[in-house]
Nanobody, 124 residues
Framework: QVQLVESGGGLVQPGGSLRLSCAAS????????MGWFRQAPGKEREFVAT????????YSADSVKGRFTAVRDNAKNTVYLQMNSLKPEDTAIYYC?????????????????WGQGTQVTVSS
């Protein structure tokens, strides 16, 4: 089992950057593929990015491709989401999630563990 805690959210102006962190408990963090999802008010949760167990494979949603990057540090039991060129439509609660069953996946139902989320607001 793993527990996930996100941090790093906040208020940022359009065009700015933020780096979200997701710290995982336990000694088997490297066994989990990780994902980032977000949910805006009144909208369904959507996939943002995923990264494989070793960090060698990453995939991002088309809406964030070229702007957001998932990176992990298995020695620190932490996965990051680097977000650049932020837009107002990126405003949402961002969640990290972990899966033992899949290498990388955009499917939310594949993830067994979820964090509580961190709010990101992009506004001038």
């Amino acid at each position: 089992q793993v527990q996930l805690v996100e941090s790093g959210g906040g208020l940022v102006q359009p065009g700015g950057s933020l780096r979200l962190s997701c710290a995982a408990s336990g000694r088997t963090f490297s066994s989990y593929a990780m994902g980032w999802f977000r949910q805006a008010p009144g909208k369904e949760r959507e996939f943002v990015a995923t990264i494989s167990r070793g960090g060698g494979s990453t995939y991002s949603a088309d809406s964030v491709k070229g702007r957001f990057t998932a990176v992990r540090d298995n020695a620190k039991n932490t996965v990051y989401l680097q977000m650049n060129s932020l837009k107002p439509e990126d405003t949402a609660i961002y969640y990290c999630a972990a899966t033992l069953r899949y290498s990388t996946t955009y499917y939310a139902g594949a993830y067994e563990y979820w964090g509580q989320g961190t709010q990101v607001t992009v506004s001038s």
